[in-house]
Structures are given as structure tokens and as C-alpha cells.
């Protein structure tokens, strides 16, 4: 399930632009994702095998290029329906706890 859901959230940031795999990581810290590069390597390896992200190198002024991974059309299909599973999956989970004794 934590699998599912960090691919989840790893689409949603890659969404809003092109980005760079340490920046990626920065952000799933933000939101207290920890994740280390060897877990999203793979992730975004697989991501791209499954034609959901494409790449592209940029030269960097600090070392050498950087690889920046986009979402594509059909990454950004797929998105859509798990962000309907995602709200779907909350409602059911906020439903079940109503009126529960804490």
C-alpha cells in the first residue's frame, strides 16, 4: 500500500513541472514521505518503463547534467484515476472511523 501511495504521490509532484530526482525527494520530505535515493530510483525507473514519465538531460553550472523527469499524457491519465481511487479510498476510510471511541 505505502508503494502504491509513494508512486502516487511521486506523479502528483512531478505534475506541476519538470524536476530533478534530489528535488523530488525534498518534497516527499516536506510532506514526511522519507524517502532515500535507492527507493526512488526504482520508482521512477519503473515509472518511466510503464510510459507514465519521460527524462531529459540538462547541463548543470555545479557538475555534470542532470537528469529531469517529466509526466507524460499518459502519466497524467493515470494520475487522474488515482486521484478518483485516492478520494474514494479516503471517504471509505473516514466513514468507517465515524462515531468510533477513541
Do not use: H
Amino acid at each position: 500500500m505505502r508503494k502504491g501511495i509513494l508512486e502516487y504521490c511521486i506523479l502528483s509532484i512531478i505534475s506541476r513541472g519538470e524536476i530533478y530526482a534530489s528535488d523530488i525527494i525534498s518534497e516527499l520530505k516536506k510532506a514526511e514521505l522519507l524517502v532515500v535515493e535507492g527507493t526512488l530510483y526504482p520508482l521512477l525507473t519503473r515509472l518511466k518503463n510503464n510510459g507514465l514519465l519521460s527524462y531529459s538531460w540538462k547541463e548543470s553550472t555545479s557538475g555534470p547534467p542532470r537528469k529531469y523527469y517529466q509526466i507524460t499524457a499518459e502519466g497524467m491519465e493515470v494520475l487522474k484515476k488515482l486521484d478518483v481511487t485516492w478520494k474514494e479510498l479516503l471517504f471509505a476510510v473516514e466513514t468507517s472511523l465515524q462515531n468510533r471511541e477513541l
